[in-house]
């Protein structure tokens, strides 16, 4: 289980218990003392078993949209067991939501002492990438490694987004964000290049609370602006009509942007389109049109709850290669 520290005294405690377990990596005593004490006044997560703390990973945000993987750790004996990918995992989400663009994190290079080999394919396989040695940033003995990862790839966006339903900060976004996001919505691949999909930005307080007065159980309520998804059922070709499929090309794509410019939303499309039809009744109070239909709100905010992703099927359950079998 991983978990989001905030008590400093917590935090220190912690990371003192990783720390002195893992002297191999953290020998001396001084800098180990200095890892603990920054520690507290970083975000930080912890990994436990059964209640027992396995490890622990502490970010510093080193820019305004920089941020560095200060230290991390993991027991001997709790390794291969996923709580370093784990943790990091948990990091990354957050370092995104936050709006970073950069990851970067700093060790001995590879091929200096076999433990340190282990920490540097761990960090390849998360997705870092090395940046730079510098051979005299601690000394000659530790030549340090610089790896960096770029947040805002579109691998990296995917990896990230998960649906978010908790509650959004009072913050509003700003304008051209929005329509970043809209713009990403727009550009998505249509069928027969139809554009079958138009959007209504909401933003107007009085507006976004007559759509949240609708919404029933309610959903989004805190959200600051919402994009409502409009869809016109216009024929691609023949009998063809590729509407929902170009709408959700272009929703997709709007979650991803809204993840990179850190963030959240989810795609609310059952619950509004139900036998209730609240969708009709949203579309009412925007002055929709009678062709177009209310598909889908995304609500658009930055996040103060926090999020988890939800479990998927294996990938070997859901992806073959060359046969449905597999060869
Ligand atoms: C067509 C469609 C309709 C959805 N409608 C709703 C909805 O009405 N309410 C909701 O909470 N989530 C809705 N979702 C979000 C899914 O529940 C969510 O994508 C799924 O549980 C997987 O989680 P993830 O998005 O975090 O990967 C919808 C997703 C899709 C693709």
Same mark, same amino acid.
């Given at each position: 289980m991983i978990r989001f520290i905030e008590d400093r005294q917590e935090k220190m405690k912690i990371s003192r218990e990783v720390l002195e377990a893992l002297t191999q990596w953290f020998e001396v005593e001084e800098s180990r003392e200095q890892y603990? /004490?920054?520690?507290?006044?970083?975000?930080? %997560?912890?990994?436990?078993?059964?209640?027992?703390?396995?490890?622990?990973?502490? @970010?510093?945000?080193? &820019?305004?949209?920089?941020?560095? @993987?200060?230290?991390?750790?993991?027991?001997?004996?709790?390794? /291969?067991n996923g709580y370093g990918r784990r943790l990091f995992a948990a990091a990354k989400d957050y370092a995104v939501q936050k709006g970073n663009s950069f990851m970067q994190v700093k060790t001995v290079r590879s091929g200096m002492y076999e433990d340190y080999d282990i920490t540097n394919e761990f960090y390849r396989s998360v997705g870092f990438r090395e940046l730079e040695v510098l051979a005299d940033y601690w000394d000659e003995a530790n030549p340090c490694q610089i790896y960096v990862m770029n947040l805002k790839s579109a691998i990296g966006t995917i990896e990230t987004r998960h649906s978010y339903r908790g509650r959004?900060?009072?913050?509003?976004?700003? *304008?051209?964000?929005?329509e970043a996001i809209a713009r990403c919505g727009i550009d998505a691949p249509s069928g027969c290049n139809k554009q079958t999909t138009d959007l209504i930005v909401v933003d107007d307080k009085e507006t976004l609370d007559k759509?949240?007065?609708?919404?029933?159980?309610p959903v989004a309520q805190t959200a600051p602006a919402m994009i409502v998804v409009l869809? *016109? /059922?216009?024929?691609?070709? *023949?009998d063809r009509c590729f509407a929902t499929q170009d709408y959700s090309a272009a929703i997709e794509n709007m979650l991803l942007a809204i993840?990179?410019?850190?963030?959240?939303?989810? %795609?609310?499309? &059952?619950?509004i389109t139900d036998d209730d039809r609240i969708c009709d009744k949203i579309a009412a109070v925007l002055g929709v049109p009678d062709d177009y239909d209310v598909v889908c709100i995304l609500p658009v905010g930055k996040a103060e709850d926090d999020f988890h992703a939800p479990s998927k099927k294996p990938f070997a359950e859901r992806v073959r290669f060359n046969h449905f079998e597999g060869r």
């Open positions: 603990i /004490r920054e520690s507290a006044d970083q975000p930080f %997560w912890a990994a436990f078993e059964n209640d027992v703390p396995a490890g622990f990973l502490c @970010l510093k945000q080193t &820019g305004d949209a920089t941020v560095e @993987l200060a230290v991390m750790g993991v027991k001997k004996e709790f390794h /291969r959004f900060s009072e913050k509003a976004v700003p *304008r051209e964000d929005l759509i949240k007065g609708l919404i029933d159980p869809s *016109r /059922r216009i024929n691609a070709y *023949r993840v990179e410019l850190g963030y959240q939303s989810c %795609w609310y499309e &059952g619950h």
